[in-house]
């Protein structure tokens, strides 16, 4: 990509602070209500999380989840309660610093401010089709960025790669060869390092299994994951339903329990699209 200095995100036109009367008082709604209100008429909502289960594809040296029911009312209990017992980085989850790098921040350090963020989506499926081992390149960043302007700073990153599509298959998901080694597309070390050092995002995240690619895994190399963390940046791992939200124009909440000293945990994340906006 060139060089040459980013050009500035054109300024947003703000919405009226006028409040609407309520369509059915006709009253003023106070504070957020009203913008809520517009909000939800404009927006889709898509879900881009898994259920999480016993049994799904997760990282191999991690131990399978179990569930118990502690009360049932199917033995006469007055409600139910499960014991749920996996590790933080299962299912769609969040990784936060402290994940690879000691003494960073933990889940419960991270700010909710971060949790509501301009998504942007980096689509390289059908090169992914094409070549499992497949990696975004500058030249798709600067495609996207002459379609849609500079990547904004403080942006979430989604790396749309069509590997949603194999959950909750554990075969299709690892995708290795015969000698064991796992072809599945990750990040590059040039477009994470123009996302973070030159965008200045605030988190990615993307549909497999990790950061790194499969290859990489597969050999024991996780630097790319590490980069991020190192960055005291987050990610989101194991995101679903990437194929249904444009690749810019919307929003991402990414949001998870406060566990205190948390190095990841589940997470439950969404999109709010423009009803008037495809790819």
Known sequence: MS??????PSPRTSPSTSPSPSPRTGTTAPGLWSAYRELAGRATYTDLTHAFHPGQPHFPAFPDERREMVFDMDRGDGFNVHRYTLVGQWGTHVDPPVHFVAGARTLDRIPVEEMVLPLVVLDITERVAADPDATPTLDDVAAWEARHGAVPAG?????????????????????????????????????????????????IGHEQTDTDPGAATSAGDFSLERYVLARDRWQIELMANLDQVPEAGALVVATWPKPQGGSGFPARVFALCPNDMND
Request: aromatic share 10%; glycine share 10%; no cysteine.
């Open 3 to 8: 060089a040459s200095p980013r050009t500035s």
């Open 155 to 203: 942006s979430f990153v989604a790396l749309r790669t069509g590997w949603g599509r194999r959950w909750p298959d554990r075969d299709a998901m690892a995708n290795k060869d015969a000698a064991g080694v796992s072809h599945a597309p990750g990040w590059s070390a040039e477009v994470l390092r123009y996302l973070f050092e030159d965008a200045g995002v605030t988190a």
